[in-house]
């Protein structure tokens, strides 16, 4: 395996969003840190004096999770030395999170996780005296089934049929070992693929929901890694958010939410996150509904918040306060979207004087097998980026190349043909070679010129601008971008087995840049 680094702006993975708020200063009254490992130092000590009280229940909370999933924390597994040592106050975490899916979802699930994996290793060489733990965040709370419920492999979709309605996570898991049955028996999988397979059906077997279920089959694959996994649909937890709670209740926070949203669009740029008066929702039984700001006396918001704290959900404008009040935090990883939005939430964060973590955009790749990308010296991995009409124009460039190269052969040819008559004819004399000379000049125009319309015709049907194409379409297209469109199982092997060996292509000093993963 190898890894190829592109220059971002040379790829459509950017965007003008993108570069104004990685690339210049333009958005710096929008986020607390620029996007820099250099920023980690503030960043540590604007969290240095995280609850002592938050972490502890924080810590119980994360072992309660784990025991409830069945889940088996050993004395010497990473994962209980980090959640162990997130009651130290020099622990931090670096975060990301995503919607759970059927399986791990998409492949820039993979890439958000070693995003993580690699910032931790990256702060810890530059501050040892610090520990960083990677923590997963699962989006249990979201209730777009659609989203979530098929596995898609090599362009085809295998879909779990279920009728559920509500927060997902709490959504039990019948019928999905079936779907993967089925994904067995209509693919040809890899032995990678099919133990995914495997490690999928026990999980969601033994869960008695999808939230469990997720958790067990991510802890299978990056346990090793010490990646805690937090489930934020917690009673517990949300009890330490009440106050938040209560003013999104009473609609206090709009109006700070309002202002960075306009100033976002005063600058160009269209808001992701739709700003509501109260942004929370009501979960119920298979159930998930928008509430309303409530005008009632102080005595029975508090009454009403203390008996229904379980099931009020912050929606996408309020989950990232959330997760930084909760959590001794530092950054957050996220793909472009997110970005976005974050800048939208910067008056939110003032108002309880929390910093905006550094947000990392995540990094984005694209796995290709190695040979494909050799059929042409002269096309560079760039050049699948533009358009179908540029590439075919850097393979034409090879193909004159060639023919130039195969005409100027043949004027040689003929001029060491004269050049010889010449010489013969000076040195013998009476010895005339024209009608022979005639002849064999005659000859080599006919071979040329079948030459040339062979030529021609080949460069008509190119078989490598072919393969070029088709690889520049199935790989190095917009539409239908591969992080996106492929399941993490697709490629099981690579992160089965390669962790290590791509960890230091992910990471905040790789921001500028995206991979070409060659296997």
Sequence with gaps: ????????????????????????????????????????????????????ERRAILVADL?????????????????????KSIELENTFTITTGQQIHVGLGPLYVFYKIMDVLAIVAECKELHPNYNFVP????????????????????????????????????MNTAGISELFDELKTKMNLSEAQLR???????????????SSAFRTLLHTYFSEQGLVIIDADSENLKKEFIPVLKDELKGLNYESLLISTLALEKEGFQRQLVIRECNLFKLGEHQREKHNVMNDEEDVLDQY???????????????????EWILPNLVYVGGASEVNYWTQLKGLFDNYEIPVPIVHL?????????????????????????????????????????????????ED?????????????????????????????????????????????????????????????KYFNSELIQ?????????????????????????????QEIGIIKT
């Design 362 to 410: 995540r990094t984005s790749n694209i796995i290709i097998p190695e040979q494909l990308l050799h059929e042409s010296t002269d096309v560079d991995v760039t050049d699948f980026f533009k358009s179908d009409q540029s590439l075919i124009s850097t393979v034409n460039k090879e193909q004159d190349k060639l023919f130039h190269t195969m005409r100027q052969n043949f």
């Design 1 to 52: 395996m190898h890894v190829e680094h592109i220059h971002r702006r040379e790829t459509f993975f950017h965007n003008d969003f993108l570069e104004a708020y990685y690339f210049s200063d333009r958005l710096n009254h929008l986020r607390t840190y620029t996007p820099s490992i250099s920023e980690i130092e503030q960043a540590i000590h604007a969290k240095f004096n995280f609850s002592g």
């Design 305 to 323: 918040v203390k008996q229904n704290v379980f099931n009020l959900s912050p929606n996408a404008a309020l989950r990232p306060l959330y997760q």
């Design 135 to 170: 923590v997963f965040w699962m989006a249990t709370e979201d209730h777009d089934l659609q989203e979530i419920q098929s596995v898609n492999v090599y362009n085809q979709s295998f879909t779990w049929g279920t009728r559920q309605a509500g927060a997902v996570g709490r």
């Design 196 to 210: 995914f397979i495997e490690a999928s059906q026990m999980a969601y077997g033994q869960s008695s929901n999808l």
């Design 63 to 83: 072992f309660k999770q784990y025991k409830d999933a069945e889940i088996d924390l050993p004395e010497n597994s990473l994962v209980l030395k980090n959640i």
């Design 413 to 473: 040819l003929k001029n060491h043909v004269y050049a010889h008559q010449k010489l013969v004819e000076n040195n013998l004399t009476g010895f005339n070679l024209d009608a022979k000379v005639s002849k064999m000049i005659e000859k080599l125009d006919e071979i040329n010129a079948l030459t040339e319309k062979q030529l021609v015709s080949k460069s008509q049907t190119n078989p490598t601008l072919n393969r070029l194409l088709k690889t520049k379409k």
């Design 483 to 511: 992080e996106r469109t492929e399941d993490v199982i697709t490629y099981a092997h690579v992160f089965e087995t390669k962790i290590e060996q791509l960890k230091p292509h992910f990471g905040i000093s790789r921001f």
